[in-house]
């Protein structure tokens, strides 16, 4: 299983992804939490040459002019390791930590506006 958008391959691949908690927006009448309709999702890469943050940032800007985009991510609550392609999703600029030992460290990418 590997991470695409568009079903087009990440290169390199992230290190890591999490889906991210959603904020609680209220408490309705009946104590219960109000939560956002969407979720989102965020690949990471630990350590990376500049010349693959640049094709991720290069990956990024391509696919955004598109539009919304499929993304092939872990599906959400599944009982099993499975990829699910989510459609409708949007991209979110590629942010980066520190530079250390002359790389890129903590690059994070995160899929918006997915619907489970």
């Known amino acids: ?10 290169e390199p691949q992230p290190t ?5 908690p959603r904020e609680q927006l209220a408490i309705d009448g ?9 979720y989102e999702f965020e690949l990471s890469w ?3 040459k500049p010349s693959d943050f640049k094709e991720i940032q290069d990956f990024y800007e391509g696919m955004s002019s598109v ?9 959400y ?3 099993t390791y499975t990829f699910f392609a989510y459609s ?8 980066m930590g520190v530079y250390f030992s002359e790389h890129h460290t903590d690059i994070k990418l995160l899929i918006s506006k997915i619907r489970i």
């Open 16 to 20: 890591s992804g999490r889906w991210m």
């Open 67 to 75: 539009g919304d985009i499929v993304a092939d991510l872990p599906e």
């Open 77 to 79: 609550g599944a009982a």
């Open 1 to 10: 299983m590997v991470y695409k958008i568009n079903n087009t391959e990440f």
């Open 30 to 38: 009946n104590l219960q939490a109000v939560y956002p309709l969407y």
């Open 88 to 95: 409708g999703c949007v991209m979110r600029e590629p942010q």
């Open 46 to 48: 630990q350590l990376e």
